[in-house]
C-alpha cells in the first residue's frame, strides 16, 4: 500500500522559510516522479512544484519559481520542499503527491496522495 | 501556461440526478492529458479520471470522462449520496500541472 506521510509545517512568520519533508513507502520510490501540491483554507487546488524520478528535471509553477526549492533522496525515500521568502499568501494545507507512471518521467497524472501538512505564515 | 476554467462554480442537483462538469482549457490540451479528481471535506483529493476518460482503480462506471483539445467533461450519470464533493480537473504532460477552479457539487 502506498503511504505519503508529509511533515515540517507549522506557524513561520514572513520572510522566514521551512522545509517540508515527506516520507513515502510501499512503492519503488525513485521509480516515480513526485509533486507537491498545495490548497489554501477555503480555496481550490494549486500545483506547487514537480520532480523526476531521477531528480534529474524539477518543474516549479509561477508563485514558487526562485522561492522554493523541491529535491528528493531515493536512499532514504523522502521527497523536500524548502521554502524561503515565505508570504503570507503560502499558507496552505501542502500535500505530496505521487506521480503515476513507473518511467520516472515527470508528464502523468497523480494517483496517490498524503494527508498534508499545514503551513501558516503569520506575524 | 493552460489556464483552465470549470463550469458551473456549484452545481446543485439531487441524489438519483445526472450531473455534468465542464473543464475548458486556455490553449490545446496534448494527447488527451486532463485528469479529474474528487476532494471530500476533510479529505485528501482522489483520481477518478485520466487520459481524460480512462477510470482510475475502483472508481464506479457511473463516473465518465469525455473531451480532447479545448473542452472537457466529467459525468456522473446518477448521483450516489458519497458523490457529493467538490471536482478539479488537472492538466498535465507538459513542465507545469495546473488545476481548474473546481466544481461543487451539493445537495438540492
Known amino acids: 500500500e502506498v503511504q505519503l506521510l508529509e511533515s515540517g509545517g507549522g506557524l513561520v512568520q514572513p520572510g522566514g522559510s521551512l522545509r517540508l519533508s515527506c516520507a513515502a513507502s510501499?512503492?519503488?520510490?525513485?521509480?516515480?516522479?513526485m509533486s507537491w501540491v498545495r490548497q489554501a483554507p477555503g480555496k481550490g487546488l494549486e500545483w506547487v512544484s514537480g520532480?523526476?524520478?531521477?531528480?534529474?528535471?524539477?518543474y516549479y509553477a509561477d508563485s514558487a519559481k526562485g522561492r522554493f526549492t523541491i529535491s528528493r533522496d531515493n536512499f532514504k525515500n523522502t521527497l523536500h520542499l524548502q521554502m524561503n521568502s515565505l508570504r503570507a499568501e503560502d499558507t496552505a494545507l501542502y500535500y505530496c503527491?505521487?506521480?503515476?507512471?513507473?518511467?520516472?518521467?515527470?508528464?502523468?497524472?497523480?494517483?496517490?496522495w498524503g494527508q498534508g501538512t499545514l503551513v501558516t505564515v503569520s506575524s | 501556461e493552460i489556464v483552465l476554467t470549470q463550469s458551473p462554480g456549484t452545481l446543485s442537483l439531487s441524489p438519483g440526478e445526472r450531473a455534468t462538469l465542464s473543464c475548458r482549457a486556455g490553449q490545446n490540451v496534448s494527447g488527451k492529458n486532463l485528469a479529474w479528481y474528487q476532494q471530500k471535506p476533510g479529505q485528501a483529493p482522489r483520481l477518478l479520471i485520466y487520459g481524460a476518460s480512462s477510470r482510475a482503480t475502483g472508481i464506479p462506471d457511473r463516473f465518465s470522462g469525455s473531451g480532447s483539445g479545448t473542452d472537457f467533461t466529467l459525468t456522473i450519470s446518477r448521483l450516489e449520496p458519497e458523490d457529493f464533493a467538490v471536482y478539479y480537473c488537472?492538466?498535465?504532460?507538459?513542465?507545469?500541472?495546473?488545476f481548474g477552479g473546481g466544481t461543487k457539487v451539493e445537495i438540492k
Open positions: 520532480i523526476s524520478g531521477s531528480a534529474g528535471s524539477t
Open positions: 488537472q492538466q498535465y504532460g507538459s513542465s507545469l500541472a495546473p
Open positions: 510501499g512503492f519503488t520510490f525513485s521509480s516515480y516522479a
Open positions: 503527491v505521487k506521480v503515476a507512471d513507473s518511467s520516472g518521467y515527470w508528464g502523468y497524472h497523480f494517483d496517490n
